[in-house]
């Protein structure tokens, strides 16, 4: 494997291939990633919110009284996550835990009203994240990468 930069792009030869450098996407993406998963943790951390139990919260504006299974596949996370995540906003007051009616074996997830009253707060942090993600875009621009990632994510749903 070779790799070529040219004044754009890094390339890769791979054989009789050339290709642009996997990296050249997944550099940018895990960057964004970690930088929201930071920004987050520091902005949560006095409300004692973990980096990723925020997503759980978001899940659960949209989709109170999920089962905790439903919670892990939403969120493409294992099983035991889930659970060490949903613990953790339990202790915290934020969610409760209740047996499912229809299938004992399986819990569902409410939020408490503490956990309801973060919803706004959680959001402006979210919105001033994506805001300084897309500080230089124009509208055209924050269109077309809102349309391609979700597109790029879409294939990961079918899987």
Do not use: W
């Amino acid at each position: 494997m070779n790799v070529f930069l040219n004044k754009s792009v890094s390339v890769i030869k791979m054989g009789n291939k050339i290709m642009i450098d996997p990296r050249e996407i997944c550099g940018p993406i895990a960057i964004i990633y970690r930088s929201h998963l930071g920004y987050m943790m520091t902005k949560l951390e006095d409300y004692r919110i973990g980096s990723r139990e925020f997503d759980f919260l978001m899940t659960l504006y949209h989709t109170d009284g999920i089962s905790q299974e439903g919670l892990a596949k939403a969120l493409y996370v294992s099983k035991a996550t889930s659970t060490r995540a949903i613990q953790s906003l339990e202790k915290e007051g934020y969610v409760y835990r209740q047996r499912d009616e229809n299938d004992l074996r399986a819990y569902r997830v409410y939020l408490t009203e503490k956990g309801k009253e973060t919803r706004d707060m959680i959001l402006e942090k979210l919105i001033s994240f994506v805001d300084t993600l897309l500080l230089d875009f124009t509208s055209e621009e924050k269109e077309i990468f809102r349309r391609l990632i979700r597109k790029a994510s879409r294939k990961f749903h079918e899987l």
